[in-house]
């Protein structure tokens, strides 16, 4: 009886710790190669467990439940899986699809939206049993699949040139479509407030952008023919669009095809300026409070950084954290930023302020790196 | 010896759920007379526990720490009190000042700033152990105090018409101070951003605006004059600052002693319209997408909402939740908001997109309602 008290005692010393636990400073790593993510806490710059067993994580992105408990993670493979954060296990995992591109999170939680290549279209879930409630088919490749307030989602059509608006809050989805996008929308992003929808495109030299207050919006370019009269470049890696600053009314985006980075006026949406870049820009993020832009770059520049003052629009820092940079997130208020750096098998904490190098963290062929915080926040 | 089981076992099962427990969707609710916080959880719609032992909570507000375990109150007789949201529980306790009006907590989360009228100053506090680690006196009954990225604080000062700066990165607190603010500063914001500083003036018919990113700043009126050839109004509640939306580049503003809220262009900080309310307003706060503004009221119209729509500047929805509602605060993602309403002794959760009221939580007379997401945002 004794040595089932004391093995009760040390299962209950080991069980406990990971439960005694808040949520709100944590994150997951995609370790691509191994199919595992890192459990990270932000506060003690450490990593403090690790999921595995999720698959193909290629190009993996996920969301957060909004008790930032659950992730919801999409993987290339067509795969959904949801992990527990606390428990540091996966709920359930089920294959959805054969090629996923993405998914997102409705602003009640209850509904998890994944957009799908092959079969094209949009699959919605039940955020706590995984199962099906509703399937979107587009007969297109679908790309851009972002949450907006009211219990929607909005994605585009690669196939067509259309963007679709599922509306989620009745008994069955309302579907909108705002044909005129243009052609080949590869990826898309939606303002923190869930207002301006901006698709980038493959077919043509320019944005498009819909304000989603309208009824029903329209079509609206942006940047026309930017990259008229210059030899386009080679498009080593397809820019994404996740990440811009709104500092002073802008915001900033990637540039395809070309060494610079792009401004925008928020409001007119005309442009306002470019930033030479030192190569193709990748992600272009705003550190959160939006006075400095940070930069990476496609291979072979993705050792590299930049980062780029919001009122002069100069590169005021550059520096090479190590091979292969894949991606950066900011601490919610953006004292620091965490950077994959996937060649060094590291994950590297940098101070925002003064560029000091705070901790490396060890993580196989590191990706994308998600905190908590984006449970709170729209169109992540 | 079983009993001994038993009882570990039994006191294992009511430990350990308080624990396992993520708390990224948990709330606070002030009850005021009777010195408690009400622990809710927003996903459930319920009260989950209760914090005593908090003393005076009249005005009394709080901030989070960046895992969104820790509460830092602020409370008005000078009480400072740190409680453990996952074990309910008071963790420390000082009293630190005779008479405080607010705080705020730094950017990393290892500084408590708490602005006081007796004395008149500034103390900071290490978040950890509540030990007292910069004494800034002012001189002056000390307002309008909200956290700034670069660990830095803002505040400024009634006697003196001064903002003063503190920096708390470096091993000393620097000191900005920038006067020429105006009569009386009596509550300020800041911008979700941390860029615009905002006070509002009881002795001048205006607002002054800082943009801190200039260095120094310099002091900035708006809407001089709002209240000229108008009768005042008796001022019966001093209006808060604390909320506005940013939707269409405009914020928009309670105005002292007249039924009516103002709007402000963001960029140009000119007044674009103006909103005939109900009453006097107390809060005009933003859903979160920026497409709504909530107004509550001054006594005697403290019994009724009104809500804006941002787009045409009219009232598109009017209730009465009931007798006393005295705070509002929205889901991070904006789908519900919770109101208080003090002399029903109720907190009432309401749908904001179809008014549809969701659930009654007994309350002893609720005030202000705080919801962990806060860990994650700048100057509240």
Redesign the interface.
Known sequence: ??R??LA??AS?TLW?PA??Q????LGLVVERASGSLLVVD??ERARIGRITGLGDLSHASLV??????FAYVFGRDGGLTKVD??EQSIVKRVMQAGNSIGGAIS???LYVAVSNYEPGGVRVFDAETLDLVADIPTGSKTIGLVD????RFVFSLWDTGETWIADL?GATPQITRIAGMGANPYDALVTP???TYIAGLFGDDRLTALDL?QDPPTPQPILQGYAADREGLPVYKMPHLEGWA??G?EFVLPAVGQHEVLWVD??SLRETGRTATHGQPVFAIA?????HVWVNFAHPDNDTIQVIDT?TKQVVHEFKPGPGVLHMEF??????VWLSVRDAGKVMVYDT?TFEKLREIDAESPSGIFF??R????GL
């Open positions: 009886m004794k089932f008290v009760a005692m209950l406990v439960l005694a808040s949520t709100g400073d932000q506060s957060y439940s909004p008790d930032e408990r954060i606390l602003d009640d939680g907006v307030p009211g219990t809050s407030d869930g207002r207050w709104l500092a009314g928020a409001r550190r959160p409070d939006g006075r009122m601490t919610p208020r953006g004292h620091e302020e908590t915080a449970a709170h926040r729209t």
